[in-house]
């Protein structure tokens, strides 16, 4: 059984920083593929940024040159620094991670339980 498990998320005002990190725990998996989404209410969620194992990152529009996604493959952590927040960016963000399981064969994606952003003065 594999979890994903978010911390960091809060109040914050206009201009500051929050940083949000997610482990995948469990055993007998790999991660590929990790991310973060967000969601507002009665929105779609959305991609906010992704990063292979590789490396390679993907940003939303809306974040790039605020937003930084690293990740450290050895621990099967994701962090996402989150700088010059705006009210727009007040979402519940989701990790999100591609997991191959020893037990089975393909990419299985898994989410996270969602930690709530709040940008406001």
């Known amino acids: 059984q594999v979890q994903l498990v978010e911390s960091g998320g809060g109040l914050v005002q206009p201009g500051g920083s929050l940083r949000l990190s997610c482990v995948a725990s469990?055993?007998?998996?790999?991660?590929?593929?990790m991310g973060w989404y967000r969601q507002c209410p009665g929105e779609r969620r959305e991609l906010v940024a992704s990063i292979t194992t590789g490396g390679v990152t993907n940003y939303a529009v809306s974040v790039k040159g605020r937003f930084t996604i690293s990740r450290d493959n050895a621990k099967n952590t994701v962090d996402l620094q989150m700088n010059s927040l705006k009210p727009e960016d007040t979402a519940v963000y989701y990790c999100?991670?591609?997991?191959?399981?020893?037990?089975?064969?393909?990419?299985?994606?898994?989410w996270g339980q969602g930690t709530q952003v709040t940008v406001s003065s």
């Open positions: 999100n991670a591609g997991i191959q399981l020893d037990s089975l064969v393909g990419i299985t994606f898994y």
């Open positions: 469990g055993s007998g998996f790999r991660v590929a593929t």
